[in-house]
């Protein structure tokens, strides 16, 4: 394994010359482009890893996932489903659009941004603060990791430069899918989105998935069962942004990636697998991370359908 | 197993007075809505049966899965997908406007009809007799049946009223994504969506799907595994109309439906299942059919997820 | 003239019993169904009124006319076509889409919500307070009306449910064509929409813009003309909401309405004609100010065309 | 007069070199695109002439404006409106999105193509023969020209590379907006878009529309005023494809376009303009021809605003 996943690392580590870091805040810019990282946790709990596994980096839209699985935890699943759709939207990720020419103007899926912010809104907690708070232990407590924590630097970013989300969530509000306060929510949502991990916890959340919601460490349930397959669910139908389509077609795993350079996977019954790579294509996937995806699906037959 | 069906099927019968007999053309009209009937085959070619597993019904949507994996073979699929794209589309089966509205003008993927329409027009042959010859053949060994052939009045009648299929086939051909002449193509693809089958028929290429394309009644190779693949994702993905999303996360295994009233689910590695019940909801799922795999889902532990 | 417009207003007052009166903030709905006011001011300054024209309502959308004059004459009218465009929508007054659809993302015109937003950001005045004052003295001089203020109760109720206002104004900021702080462009906004008038107030403004500007009272120049027949160039196009064409197509004058029930029209070189009639129909438009508008045009042969 | 059109026509030669004379079939192609006409013919029957007034051209979309009134003629105006809209639509002329997501579905007005393929429909006539027969008599008569005839080249050319349209006519006839044979439509209107004019040809449609449907030349009544009234209307608010707006901001006049660089203009109660200039702007207008109505509208005060 540790042979395939270097060889993996090797043979890709071209395709990081490719494509953009993520811009529109400064703090992303300073990502270094040949970066990337590739660690892999088994339902045994072995650790595998090659190149950039230590580099800190914004967990970004992969956060959906997470916040999607408390949301679950937090409230009924039809609540959380009046509030948001389970359909994949065919449009990028920030698109306004859906919202108003769909009947139900709910936001499609919990990975498009709308959807998300309605997610975040549905963490309970009788103060900002708590929410906060019990966000952090869960995103630590799926990650096994302690020390992580938010890049404040990258949340002011984003809070300065969040106008689309802005629109987005007064007219969630608007139409009644956002309760709370929309301040609140956004200050949650850009706070979620700035937490800073690893290739490495990546892949421990992964393997949690993987794994059906128990963690794989010590055998104690983090998440339900049905939980953990909704979340992977969404993670093939919506996890790669306007590509998910494609990358279930030409990966076959559950994945779900972030701007920041991160993505997400998790092989059910298998492993876990966090790859970081910040040079983005169009769509807002690392390029270098999809092809190593690619390639560990093919070389490990991890392809699921 | 047989148990099992049997149970799943009494305990679901309620749901056929539920939804609408598809109408658009007279002869969908005639099936009898509190039909119900389900067909399982496992991967050691074991046959299940409950209900009316002999009814006959046209296959309309199914026949995009069996298509499109002709279409793979015809062809090499970067050509396929330079036609037709990898991703769901969140609109409706017979949407017009993301052929306008997206960047490339491609329509989404295969199993939305403007996709279809293009799968269609990639299968090969020197003339339209020739090509509907070889379509025919593949989806009588895709079934290993036949008796296998067209109803000719649903044929007319799909020809009579397909002027919405007619404007998408002129649209893609002016956008440049069909080749040949549009009445020809329109010509099979109302054939194709006429074919008649039963339950026992869809579970069959259902478990060949799942088979990763080896017929599992003798070994041989029908598709490749990859294409086998592609097929079963596109229908995890886009497989149930505008509810595939839906239907992923509440069941979580690869099917695709037709307004006949059948869905043809391939659990990987497992089994094939076919399902005929009439009565469809809005979105053109059998809504008995729906709850059937669902609770299958659960009992068998199919989720793929 | 006394008589044609009593007639007019006879023969329509039927009209009051369709549609409904505004009821998405509660001060709306108080107004009385069956109110109906017609005023004409003629260019030789001759006042004529029939029925309620003492009731006083808010301007709401009429306020948009009034407002993009001012911007026209704050700024250079290139600076104003680069934040607002010029061409009708064929969309619901406060739709969204179009932001997003668009090459310009633009507004499309000033007379819809997110076009008005922007004529009222480029209104300026180094303090809101200034701004507000301008805006308010720049109605009084157009209506030759002291009197004229804002409706308090009405301006707090459009600020606690102008969430999709607000949606709206966040995605005009985000895409550049907001440059003020978007709170305080708001609150000028609904105040604008809260301005308390009644019909001769209307036919006032509708009188200085059929002169091009010239307040036909006192022979000053109040607009230029380029300005007033740019105004009244968008009422033809734009100023009836989403029936902007059907009323220029039955009616034939540049006129502007509002959700207040209120119909401001200006036959050019003619006359200014102020409408009051509370019940709209789904567009927004008083049903029996138009029908009264159409009957005016019809009997003084009004239409422009 | 002459020396106004003489010296718009001088000062504006220049624009001549700006844009691209349409290129989408090869006869189109061969106009040269220093060619520049103006004709005035004013009610008086006064014929003013500068430039290019003898080159033939296609008529191409002010043809809609034509069989619009035709359409009016030959059946109840309610009938007409029941089967295209009244409104502006802010999309490209040849856009069939808001065919799917706009209520009813009609094509928004007739100045588009899907809306004009339906005034094409609304022609009677027992045979195909005997509506294009009483299609170009009534072309000949409101522009008392007796050789007025097709271009068949352009004519099959058109008809060649007119998927487009044909999809959107199968939608129509799908959504029943078209009664007839889609063929049979579809000829008519390729026919009355390669009717070759000149800009004198067009000057006189534009005075006998000015002249609210009256011959100038006779007398003689040729449309209603009414018809005259509503065809001027969509003019304005629809004539130069998605810049009509724009161009009753700047211009102010009736007017409509057509890519074979033909503008008819009608100042009503005043005089028509034809002018003549085939390279044209993205959205299908000739520059030069803007530019000049631009000026003669400013030199001659003929806005209408």
Redesign the interface.
């Not at 759709?85 to 449009?91: A, N």
């Not at 802005?166 to 007219?171: F, G, I, T």
């Given at each position: 394994m540790e042979k395939i996943i270097q060889e993996v690392l090797d043979s890709n580590r071209k395709y990081t010359n490719y494509g953009q870091v993520a811009s529109y805040i400064p703090e992303l810019k300073k990502a270094k482009r040949d970066d990337l990282g590739i660690c892999i946790i088994d339902k045994d709990n072995n650790v595998y890893k090659a190149g950039n596994c230590d580099t800190k980096f914004t967990i970004q839209s992969v956060s959906k996932t997470i916040v999607l699985a408390m949301a679950l935890m937090d409230n009924e699943w039809q609540y959380v489903f009046s509030k948001v759709?389970?359909?994949?939207?065919?449009?990028p990720f920030n698109?306004?659009?859906?919202?108003?020419?769909?009947d139900t103007k709910k936001p499609?899926?919990p990975m498009i941004n709308a959807g998300a912010i309605v997610t975040t809104s549905l963490i309970k907690g009788s103060t900002l603060e708590e929410r906060e708070e019990r966000m952090l232990k869960f995103f630590r407590r799926m990650a096994r990791n302690e020390n992580i924590g938010i890049n404040y630097d990258v949340y002011k970013s984003e809070k300065m430069t969040g106008?689309?989300n802005?629109?987005?969530?007064?007219?969630l509000?608007?139409d009644g899918f956002i309760d709370g306060d929309?301040d609140e929510v956004l200050e949650l949502y850009f706070k979620q989105c700035s937490i800073e991990i690893d290739a490495v916890d990546l892949a421990r959340i992964g393997v949690n998935l993987a794994s059906y919601g128990v963690d794989i460490a010590n055998g104690e349930r983090i998440i339900s069962e049905s939980v953990s397959?909704?979340v992977?669910?969404?993670m093939?139908?919506?996890g790669m942004y306007?590509?998910?389509?494609?990358f279930?077609?030409k990966v076959?795993i559950?994945a779900k990636s972030g701007v920041g350079g991160g993505i997400m996977a998790s092989v059910?019954n298998k492993m876990g697998i966090g790859v970081y790579g910040p040079a983005l294509d169009k769509k807002g996937n690392s390029i270098a991370g999809v092809k190593v995806l690619q390639d560990l699906s093919q070389r490990m037959n991890l392809?699921?359908?």
């Open positions: 759709g389970m359909e994949p939207s065919g449009d698109s306004i659009m859906k919202l108003e020419t769909n499609c899926n106008d689309r802005r629109a987005m969530a007064y007219l509000k608007n929309v397959r909704m992977k669910t969404f093939i139908t919506c306007d590509a998910s389509g494609e279930a077609i076959g559950p059910p392809n699921i359908f």
